[in-house]
């Protein structure tokens, strides 16, 4: 079956029904998993736990460049949305096969009347021209920056060079201090040492006097 007949019949159901089947898509990123982790050894993540953790990123981002944090957040959260047809490239699969990413999009959204606005942001993100484009990409490498963090700090020597990949690819000046700080900071002080940062004291039987 050829790509362009690959909707045919789908196109001609009403549009709740198409949103409804847009909806059961979307689902499928929760069971289509990043595949970089194969080759790192250690970690695991599907894309919707990525794309939910990047927008976030992304929304935060924005605030410390000046830019729309609103935007930003959605041009993260759809970054990814073509991978629940797709599937999800690495590194290496890049080198041998290649994916119809926008074609992959644009049947995901017919006849769901979210063809303009999302293609609208691929189209932005995949330009790169406006500040909050490139603050998405910076996002999407922050994410997984602090996954590669965590493999770090859990002994996975490799992660380290991950990163500093990662590092190069970034390209807004807040993406790469906050990416410093990331490299600085131990992934479980949030928890360890807070709120209640004497809690490992009296866990040992040990005053916290």
Same mark, same amino acid.
């Given at each position: ?6 909707d045919k ?25 990043r595949t ?6 250690t970690g695991q ?10 927008a ?9 460049a000046?830019a ?5 957040a ?30 992959? @999009? *644009?049947?995901a /959204?017919a006849?769901?009347?979210l063809?303009e %606005?999302? &293609?609208?942001?691929?189209? #932005?993100?995949? $330009?790169?021209?406006? @500040? *909050?484009?490139? /603050? ?6 922050? %994410?997984l &920056?602090l996954?590669?963090k #965590?493999?770090? $700090?859990?002994g ?11 590092l ?5 000046e807040?993406g790469?201090?906050?990416?410093a ?18 809690w ?7 005053s916290?006097?």
């Amino acid at each position: 079956m050829e790509p362009k007949d690959f909707d045919k019949n789908l196109r001609e159901r009403d549009q709740l029904t198409r949103l409804t089947d847009f909806f059961f898509e979307a689902g499928m990123l929760r069971k289509t998993p990043r595949t970089g982790y194969q080759f790192l050894g250690t970690g695991q993540e599907n894309v919707a736990e990525h794309s939910f953790r990047t927008a976030v990123i992304g929304f935060a981002l924005a605030r410390l460049a000046g830019a729309d944090p609103a935007h930003t957040a959605m041009l993260c959260l759809f970054h990814d949305l073509h991978e629940a047809r797709t599937g999800d490239f690495n590194y290496v699969s890049r080198a041998y096969n290649t994916s119809k990413r926008t074609l992959a @999009l *644009e049947h995901a /959204l017919a006849g769901t009347g979210l063809e303009e %606005d999302v &293609l609208g942001l691929w189209r #932005e993100l995949e $330009d790169v021209d406006s @500040l *909050e484009a490139q /603050l998405a990409q910076d996002a999407d490498q922050l %994410d997984l &920056l602090l996954n590669l963090k #965590e493999q770090l $700090d859990l002994g996975n020597a490799y992660a380290g060079k991950w990163m500093e990949a990662a590092l190069g690819r970034l390209r807004t000046e807040p993406g790469k201090q906050l990416a410093a700080r990331i490299g600085q900071t131990d992934h479980t002080d949030w928890w360890f040492l807070g709120p209640d940062a004497a809690w490992w004291s009296r866990k040992n039987g040990k005053s916290d006097k």
